[in-house]
C-alpha cells in the first residue's frame, strides 16, 4: 500500500524514534489525532502509529500500525519486541525502530536498504563497543541482525572493517597523547555540482589569499605551540580541503614545509594531501609534496568518463588524471588514493565498470568509493541543472561493482562511514592494499583519537573517553575565519586544555 503520511497519539508516541524509522521510508509526520476517533479520522493513504511500553526486569515494546483498508475499514498491524539485557530510552527507542521497520516494510512492499534501522554516519562505532566487551566479530555481526536489522553481508562488512582498525586504534596514555592535525584549504579551481562542503574558487585578487595565508599561519603556529604545551605528538597530518594544491605553487610549497616544521616527527606515521583535482596541479607542486616527505596523495577523479567529468564542473580529462598519477607514482610517493562516486548523473554500472578498468590498471594503493549524496548547499540539490540520475538499483550496481574492481587489485574495505540523503541509502566504503590505510581516515571517522583542526571549517574534536568528545569548528566563511583568527586558536587551546 502506498502510504503518504503518518499521525500520533497527541502524547507524542516517542516521536523522535517514530521519525527516525519513518524516515527510512520517506514518511512524513502529518500530526495528531484522538485514538478513540480514529475509524472517523484516519485520512486514507496516512497512518497512525503507536507504541506501548511495558517495564520490568525486561523492558517490552508493542508498536500499533493503524491504516485504511480500500473498503474503507480500519486495518491494524502490531509488533512486539523486548529488550535483552538492556533497559532505559535507548533500548525503548530502538525497539521502536525496529518494530516499525518490520511494520512499515510489510505494509508498503518497500525495502529502504540493507542498513535495518542504523541511520548514524559512523556505524562501526557500534561494532567497536561490542569488541571492546570482549565480543567476537561473529558475536558483533550477530548483534547487527538481531538488534538493528542489518542485513548479514553488511553486518560482514562492518565487523570485518572493525578487526582491520583495532590495532589503529590507541588506548591508555598513549591514545591521549598521539593527535591527528588536520589543515583545511577552502579553494578549488572551479566548484563541483554536488559539492556542499566549504568550497571557494580561487580568488584572483592575490591580496585575498594573502590574507588567508597570513590567518591559516597563525592557526597553524597555534596548534603547533598547543601540542608542544600538552606534550602531545601528530601521528597522522591530513591537508585537504577544498583542493589544497589550487594554491599557487610557492603558497603552495610554503604551506607544506610550514606544516612539516610544525607537525611532522619521528612519530608521524602519515602525511596525506588532497591533490584532488589535475587541473591543480603542476610538476613543481608534485615535488613540493615529495620533499617535504607526504606520504600519501589522494587524486580524485569521482569517474574516468569523459562526459560526466564535464557534466559535474571539472575542467580537466581523464587523460589529465593518467598523466598527473604518472608523476606521483614516478616521484615515490608510497601511498595514492583514488576517489570514484557512485551514482553520478548520467552514469550507469557499465561507465562504473569502464571507470574501474582505468583505476585497476593504475593500480593505486587507497581507492574510495563514494555513494552521491544529493546535499544541501550543493548545485545538485538546487536543482540548477537538468540531469537524470541513475536509480537506487543501478547505483547499488556501480557500488558492488566497484567492490568487486578493488578486490581484483587486492583492496580491502578498512574504513566506512555513511551520510545523509546517500542514494540507495547506501555507504562510503574506503579500501586500502594491507599495510597502506590511511591512519586519518580510521581515526576521524571512529572518533577515538584527539583531532586538531586547523583553517575554515575545521573542527576539533578532543577525545575524553570512548563514549564523550568536545569539539569546536572555526567558521566556513574565509572572511569570519581571518577577522577572528585569534579568538578561533584562543578557543581550540581553552577546549584542549581541559582535557590535557
Ligand atoms: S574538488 Fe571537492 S571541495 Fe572542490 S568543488 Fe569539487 S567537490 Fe567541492
Not at 518497500?110 to 567476537?136: F, Q, S, Y
Not at 606515521?269 to 613543481?284: I, K, N, Q, W
Not at 617535504?292 to 574516468?304: E, F, L, W
Amino acid at each position: 500500500m502506498k502510504v503518504d503520511g503518518y499521525y500520533l497519539p497527541a502524547d507524542g508516541g516517542l516521536a523522535g524514534a517514530v521519525a527516525d524509522a519513518a524516515a527510512l521510508f520517506a514518511l512524513p509526520a502529518a500530526g495528531v489525532l484522538a485514538a478513540g476517533d480514529l475509524a472517523a479520522s484516519l485520512p486514507a493513504g496516512a497512518v497512525f502509529i503507536r507504541n506501548t511500553v511495558t517495564g520490568g526486569a525486561v523492558t517490552t515494546v508493542i508498536t500499533e500500525v493503524y491504516f485504511r483498508r480500500e473498503s474503507g475499514e480500519l486495518g491494524c498491524l502490531t509488533r512486539r519486541d523486548k529488550s535483552a539485557g538492556e533497559d532505559g530510552p535507548a533500548a525503548v527507542q530502538r525497539l521502536v525502530r525496529l518494530n516499525l521497520l518490520a511494520l512499515l516494510r510489510k505494509l508498503t512492499g518497500r525495502n529502504p536498504g540493507p542498513w535495518g534501522i542504523l541511520r548514524g554516519v559512523r556505524p562501526i562505532k557500534i561494532v567497536h563497543r561490542l569488541l571492546d566487551k570482549a565480543l567476537t566479530t561473529a558475536e558483533a555481526a550477530e548483534r547487527l541482525t538481531a538488534k538493528y536489522a542489518v542485513q548479514p553481508e553488511k553486518a560482514g562488512l562492518l565487523t570485518d572493517i572493525a578487526a582491520r582498525q583495532r590495532p589503529f586504534l590507541h588506548a591508555g596514555e598513549e591514545g591521549r597523547r598521539l593527535v591527528s592535525v588536520y589543515v583545511g584549504v577552502p579553494y578549488c579551481p572551479s566548484r563541483c555540482l554536488y559539492c556542499s562542503f566549504p568550497a571557494n574558487v580561487l580568488p584572483a585578487d592575490r591580496a585575498e589569499v594573502a590574507a588567508f595565508l597570513n590567518a591559516l599561519e597563525a592557526d597553524l603556529a597555534g596548534a603547533a605551540a598547543l601540542l608542544a604545551r600538552h606534550g602531545l605528538a601528530a601521528e597522522t597530518v591530513y591537508i585537504g580541503g577544498g583542493t589544497p594544491t589550487s594554491l599557487a605553487a610557492d603558497d603552495f610549497a610554503n604551506l607544506l614545509e610550514l606544516v612539516r616544521r610544525s607537525f611532522v616527527s619521528g612519530e608521524t606515521r602519515e602525511f596525506t594531501v588532497e591533490a584532488g583535482r589535475p587541473d591543480s596541479l603542476t610538476d613543481g607542486k608534485i615535488a613540493a609534496m615529495a620533499a617535504a616527505g607526504v606520504t600519501r596523495v589522494s587524486v580524485n577523479p569521482q569517474t574516468m568518463q569523459e562526459k560526466t567529468l564535464k557534466l559535474i564542473g571539472r575542467n580537466h580529462t581523464v587523460r589529465d588524471i593518467i598523466v598527473m598519477f604518472r608523476k606521483i607514482r614516478a616521484t615515490g610517493i608510497p601511498v595514492v588514493n583514488m576517489d570514484v562516486i557512485a551514482g553520478l548523473p548520467g552514469e550507469t554500472a557499465a561507465d562504473m565498470a569502464a571507470t574501474m578498468d582505468e583505476i585497476v590498471a593504475l593500480a593505486p594503493e587507497n581507492l574510495t568509493v563514494h555513494t552521491l549524496a544529493i546535499k544541501r548547499g550543493s548545485r545538485l540539490a538546487a536543482g540548477l541543472i537538468d540531469v537524470a540520475l541513475p536509480g537506487e538499483e543501478e547505483t547499488a550496481a556501480m557500488v558492488a561493482v566497484a567492490a568487486d574492481a578493488a578486490r581484483r587489485i587486492g583492496l580491502v574495505p578498512y574504513y566506512l562511514y555513511r551520510q545523509k540523503y546517500m542514494t540507495g541509502n547506501l555507504e562510503n566504503v574506503g579500501y586500502a592494499r594491507t599495510g597502506t590505510e590511511c591512519i586519518y581516515n580510521i581515526q576521524i571517522i571512529e572518533e577515538r583519537q584527539t583531532v586538531i583542526g586547523v583553517g575554515p571549517a575545521a573542527g576539533t574534536k578532543a577525545v575524553r573517553d570512548v563514549f564523550r568528545l568536545d569539539s569546536c569548528y572555526n567558521p566556513k566563511d574565509v572572511a569570519t575565519y581571518i577577522k577572528n583568527i585569534d579568538h578561533y586558536v584562543r578557543r581550540r587551546d581553552a577546549l584542549v586544555a581541559a582535557l590535557f
